[in-house]
């Protein structure tokens, strides 16, 4: 019985593009950026550890596919997004689609806790003078500027930044005997103070943090301090030579609004980026809810903290919990109640709780159910509500095998999956900083509209809003520590303090699937920085940090290994149809090869790419004038863009690729087109190999104004060319059709290579239709049973089907 038909067509007036496209040789004087000398660095093999060459694919020679000599298979191609009007046709689509899911059907609930959120402040830079006399700051002399919450500003590089605000805590909130300040996340160093005292100190910039200031404040105006230090990041500042800091960064930030130092590819600035706000509540008081997934017991562990902030003696209480269905209708339990005992500072409950199995309800990318536990604290009477708490979490499991054959195959509840994604640099942060949760919604949809199937997050976590989000979606999520290149001996301890609170915040979110350690390690000795032989301890080290969080966590040591292998899932970044010789060449690639990779893995690509300019439109309306001058012939290049942070790569990399051009529409449309053409070329390549299960590319929509012309999708959301061929390379079930050669004799035979790609769970019967079109007349047509792979083979080799030019 054929229930499914692959259909694929050969058009002769198509170009079928191999290799390095033709360009005129140039001299490259260009000088070489940051990024360009790391991926100069090339791949080291570890001595000792055992590894497997990926050799090109051999291909049996006498399997070809037959014409049937006649229009009988003739077929009506599917439809395609072709225009940015068909790509809103669909997202609408998936908007109904997925609207159910993020739904909230539960109970109504009544947040027991008083909150009062801080919206704006003033701010200015510290002067001198308040070094001398804190009295300046808390009186507010000086020039201060009016800021809304969340901001974010520069420099990069040590600096030091105060908000302060007045604000009028209603007398209610001192019923309560805890009141705090209370953090979403604040970059880098935050001291807080109230009404003059120094109420709490923290690190970090991913990590939710609070600091308790009852006893500092009262009924009415009271004075909010907020001291912000930056400093550089362990991966280096810009400038020649680099500024090696302490601050764990990444590259890349939110960015804010100065193009000598904000836009475009800037680094890590500062602020309160993130929500702030006050917050009363009882004691003891829940601190954290972790509903952890339990799939082989059907049932969730429910793990709730609660805290005696104020070191007092407490007593013994009633826990109260319920589990409903959140986006869909049911009950699982509910107000159920049992004693707990009051041990002195932080009590830790741990609650076993059923879900029928015939009831149970998995989440997945196409069907993200979720459920929602409910907390209440009691006096032990239970009579008195002190405190509750409400948390969002799904039925779902996700693995990195190490006992599969090969080690690495990746599984989602049980079965097998492969990741198709892409790299984020700014655009998700903005979303939630700007409280824009439409644009958030959208922007998770169309991921799926380009048959992504997860996003990672580079070299950061995002605020908790995008995971909740990515929750109700069906997004999954790689969340990365803000590790690169180089970690400073001196933060060694730092860095799991941080990876444990960073599992904190991601460890309820079923679509966060993954975490990873490190972004391309480098094997330069920098006197600051550990050893690749330490890099592993601390491996060792963070996997006991954050397991002690959530024992289920997968992670991925490294991604973009330069010093290979890591002792796990190994992962190459490979930038080839940019920058020169970089990882394999191109050609090897398309024929099967790969790097070097730990003996018997699977293997990923967690970054590849290539620049294609901003549209013409948005450069004028959005770009310094300095950026789009001309010469006095009419003659523009990107080299205008090139300043300190630009970030601007395509004049010093187009002399491999294209031909330099004369003017900003030429420039841009040959930069999109070569990111087009390499684009498909590798993810293509990609799709083809059995052991390649996960890959991301590097970037997909662009986070102006730190922006990066890598993205595929401009700031406002436009596609370039790069985006239709990225979507459709990724269409789970699909067909490829493959040639070394993009020219030929009238007359020549040519074999064409002919594959089905399939990352579905299911391999449909099928039938193979392809006809042989010339200038619009089809002239001879075939068909033959399909071998569709199953998603553990991911791709299957048809035959040759020959064509007579």
């Known amino acids: 019985m054929i229930n499914k038909s692959i259909y694929c067509r050969i058009v002769l007036v198509i170009f079928l593009y191999w290799g390095g496209k033709v360009a005129y040789a140039q001299e490259n004087q260009a000088e070489k950026d940051f990024y360009t000398v790391i991926a100069e660095h090339g791949q080291q093999i570890l001595s000792g550890r055992p590894m497997d060459t990926i050799l090109p694919?051999?291909?049996?020679?006498?399997?070809?596919?037959?014409?049937?000599?006649?229009?009988?298979?003739?077929?009506?191609?599917?439809?395609?997004?072709?225009?940015?009007?068909?790509?809103?046709?669909?997202?609408?689509?998936?908007?109904?689609?997925?609207?159910?899911?993020?739904?909230?059907?539960?109970?109504?609930?009544?947040?027991?806790?008083?909150?009062?959120?801080?919206?704006?402040?003033?701010?200015?830079?510290e002067q001198p003078e308040d070094c001398a006399d804190f009295n300046r700051l808390l009186e507010g002399r000086g020039n201060w500027e009016n800021v809304m919450i969340p901001y974010y500003h520069g420099p990069q590089g040590i600096s030091t930044a105060w908000y302060r605000v007045e604000v009028d805590i209603p007398a209610d909130f001192f019923s309560k005997p805890v009141l705090m300040l209370h953090f979403n996340g604040s970059d880098y160093y935050t001291d807080a103070y109230v009404n003059g005292h120094h109420v709490g100190f923290h690190e970090g910039m991913l990590d939710e943090f609070e600091f308790n200031i009852r006893k500092y404040t009262r009924p009415g105006k009271n004075i909010f301090l907020v001291k912000i230090r930056n400093d550089y990041s362990m991966l280096g500042g810009e400038g020649n030579p680099r500024y090696w800091g302490n601050k764990l960064a990444a590259s890349n930030s939110p960015g804010w609004d100065d193009p000598s130092s904000g836009w475009t590819c800037c680094p890590a600035g500062s602020g309160i980026y993130q929500d702030f706000y006050i917050e009363a509540r009882s004691e003891p008081y829940i601190a954290d809810v972790f509903c952890r997934p339990l799939l082989e017991q059907s049932a969730v562990e429910l793990w709730v903290e609660v805290d005696l902030d104020n070191g007092e003696k407490a007593d013994d209480f009633l826990l109260e919990y319920s589990l409903y269905g959140q986006n869909f209708e049911y009950c699982v339990v509910e107000k159920q109640t049992k004693e707990v005992r009051v041990e002195g500072g932080r009590i830790l409950n741990r609650t076993l709780?059923?879900?029928?199995?015939?009831?149970?309800?998995?989440?997945?990318?196409?069907?993200?159910?979720?459920?929602?536990?409910?907390?209440?604290?009691?006096?032990?009477?239970?009579?008195?509500?002190?405190?509750?708490?409400?948390?969002?979490?799904?039925?779902?499991?996700?693995?990195?095998?190490?006992?599969?054959?090969?080690?690495?195959?990746?599984?989602?509840?049980?079965?097998?999956?492969?990741?198709?994604?892409?790299?984020?640099m700014g655009f998700l942060q903005q979303d939630v900083m700007r409280h824009d949760w439409e644009r958030l919604v959208d922007d998770l949809l169309l991921a799926k509209l380009t048959n992504m199937n997860f996003i990672r997050t580079t070299q950061r976590i995002v605020q908790k809003e995008v995971y909740e989000y990515a929750d109700r979606l069906g997004m999954m999520m790689q969340a990365d520590l803000p590790l690169f290149a180089y970690i400073n001996q001196k933060q060694y301890t730092e860095i799991l303090k941080q990876a444990g609170n960073i599992e904190r915040v991601l460890r309820n979110h079923p679509s966060v699937i993954l975490m990873s350690y490190l972004n391309e390690p480098m094997a330069e000795v920098k006197a600051h920085a550990i050893s690749r032989y330490a890099y592993e301890r601390l491996f060792?080290?963070?996997?006991?940090?954050?397991?002690?969080?959530?024992?289920?966590?997968?992670?991925?040591?490294?991604?973009?290994?330069?010093?290979?292998?890591?002792n796990g899932y190994p992962d190459n970044h490979c930038y080839n149809i940019w920058y020169d010789g970089h990882g394999i060449e191109l050609p090897d690639m398309c024929r099967g090869a790969w790097m070097p990779v730990s003996k018997d893995w699977m293997y990923g690509c967690g970054e590849f790419g290539a620049e294609g300019l901003d549209p013409v439109d948005l450069m004028k309306r959005k770009y310094p004038v300095e950026w789009l001058k001309t010469e006095p012939d009419g003659s523009w290049s990107p080299v205008y863009m090139r300043s300190k942070h630009s970030g601007e790569q395509t004049f010093k990399m187009h002399w491999n690729w294209f031909e330099t051009q004369k003017t900003m529409e030429g420039w841009v449309k040959e930069s999109q087109q070569h990111q087009e053409w390499g684009i498909r070329k590798v993810v293509r390549a990609f799709r083809r190999m059995p052991r390649m299960n996960s890959f991301a590319v590097h970037l997909f929509i662009d986070a102006w104004p730190n922006g990066w012309m890598k993205a595929i999708m401009d700031c406002e959301r436009t596609p370039k060319p790069a985006w239709f061929v990225y979507r459709d390379a990724l269409t789970p079930l699909s067909v490829q059709i493959e040639s070394e050669r993009n020219a030929f004799f009238s007359g020549e035979k040519h074999p064409f290579?002919?594959?089905?790609?399939?990352?579905?769970?299911?391999?449909?019967?099928?039938?193979?239709?392809?006809?042989?079109?010339?200038?619009?007349?089809?002239?001879?047509?075939?068909?033959?049973?399909a071998v569709v792979p199953p998603v553990k083979e991911g791709s299957c080799f048809q035959g040759f089907l020959p064509v007579v030019m």
């Open 57 to 125: 694919q051999a291909l049996p020679a006498d399997k070809f596919l037959t014409w049937a000599g006649n229009n009988s298979c003739r077929f009506s191609a599917g439809n395609k997004i072709m225009t940015s009007g068909d790509l809103e046709k669909s997202l609408e689509k998936l908007r109904n689609r997925y609207r159910p899911f993020l739904q909230d059907l539960t109970p109504a609930f009544q947040d027991e806790r008083l909150r009062l959120s801080v919206d704006s402040m003033q701010f200015r830079y």
């Open 353 to 424: 709780i059923p879900i029928p199995k015939d009831l149970l309800r998995l989440w997945e990318p196409n069907s993200p159910w979720l459920y929602q536990a409910r907390v209440s604290l009691y006096d032990k009477r239970g009579r008195i509500l002190l405190d509750n708490r409400k948390q969002q979490f799904g039925m779902r499991e996700f693995l990195i095998a190490g006992n599969s054959s090969p080690k690495g195959r990746m599984y989602l509840n049980g079965q097998e999956i492969r990741l198709r994604g892409t790299n984020t």
């Open 540 to 566: 060792d080290a963070l996997d006991i940090v954050v397991h002690n969080e959530n024992p289920d966590r997968a992670v991925k040591y490294v991604d973009g290994d330069y010093q290979a292998p890591s």
């Open 753 to 785: 290579q002919v594959w089905i790609c399939n990352d579905t769970q299911t391999t449909p019967e099928s039938i193979l239709k392809y006809t042989l079109e010339l200038n619009g007349k089809m002239i001879n047509s075939g068909c033959a049973p």
